[in-house]
C-alpha cells in the first residue's frame, strides 16, 4: 500500500449531545449528511475510484461513504469500529459526573480500566493496530470510512516521531487524513471543523 486515506464518519446526535458511543449503532444527522455531500461536490475529499474501500460497517460510516463516494462495493472491518463504552453508551459527562461506575472507570489506568459491559481503551487499540497490519499488508491503496477514536489510533501508530496526544490528532465529523505512506508524509482532508 501506498495510500492510506481516512474519513471520520458525519456528524451523529452523539456528536451534537457529546455522548460516549462507538457501539451505539447512529445514523448521520441530516445536518452532518448535507456537510459530507457539499464537501464532496467541492472535491474536498479523493475520489475513491482505485482504492480499496473499507468501512467499520456501522450505519454511520456507510452513510458517510455514501454521501461521499455514492453507492460502490466496500468492504467492512468490524475491528476498525470505535471502542466500546458498555453501559456508558448513550451518555454524555454531565449525565455520568458522580456515578460510582464512571468515577470508577476514570480512576487509576483510564486507558487500561474497561467500563461495564465495554472494552478498554487499550482492548480497542490491539484490534484497530491489528487490522492496521493487516491492510498494510494487503500493499493496495486503501480508502477507509471509519471513526475518531479508529484514526488517532492509527495516525499515532504511523507517525509516533510527532509525539502527539491521541486527541489531536482526532479529526471533526467527516474529517480525515490522505497519508502518503512511500514519502511518509500526510495532509489534512474534508471538514474542518465541529458543525
Not at 447512529?26 to 480499496?52: H, I, K, N, S
Not at 453501559?87 to 486507558?111: H, M, Q, S, V
Amino acid at each position: 500500500m501506498r495510500r492510506l486515506v481516512l474519513i471520520r464518519h458525519g456528524q451523529t446526535e452523539g456528536n451534537v449531545r457529546r455522548w460516549y458511543y462507538g457501539a451505539l449503532d447512529l445514523p448521520l444527522t441530516q445536518e452532518g449528511m448535507r456537510a459530507l455531500e457539499d464537501g464532496a461536490r467541492q472535491g474536498r475529499y479523493p475520489a475513491c475510484a482505485g482504492f480499496l474501500v473499507v468501512t467499520s460497517g456501522m450505519l454511520r460510516t456507510e452513510q458517510t461513504l455514501r454521501c461521499i463516494c455514492g453507492e460502490m462495493p466496500h468492504e467492512q472491518r468490524i475491528a476498525l469500529r470505535e471502542v466500546s463504552f458498555g453501559i456508558f453508551e448513550g451518555k454524555n459527562y454531565e449525565e455520568l459526573a458522580g456515578t460510582r461506575a464512571y468515577e470508577a472507570w476514570l480512576a487509576g489506568d483510564w486507558f487500561g480500566n474497561v467500563p461495564p459491559g465495554g472494552e478498554s481503551f487499550r482492548q480497542a487499540e490491539t484490534r484497530i493496530r491489528a487490522e492496521l497490519a493487516r491492510m498494510l499488508a494487503q500493499e493496495r491503496d486503501i480508502f477507509a470510512v471509519v471513526h475518531g477514536g479508529t484514526i488517532l489510533t492509527i495516525m499515532q501508530t504511523l507517525f509516533p516521531e510527532e509525539e502527539r496526544s491521541g486527541y489531536d490528532w482526532q479529526p471533526a465529523p467527516g474529517g480525515g487524513y490522505d497519508i502518503d505512506l512511500t514519502e511518509h508524509t500526510y495532509r489534512g482532508i474534508g471538514l474542518e471543523k465541529m458543525l
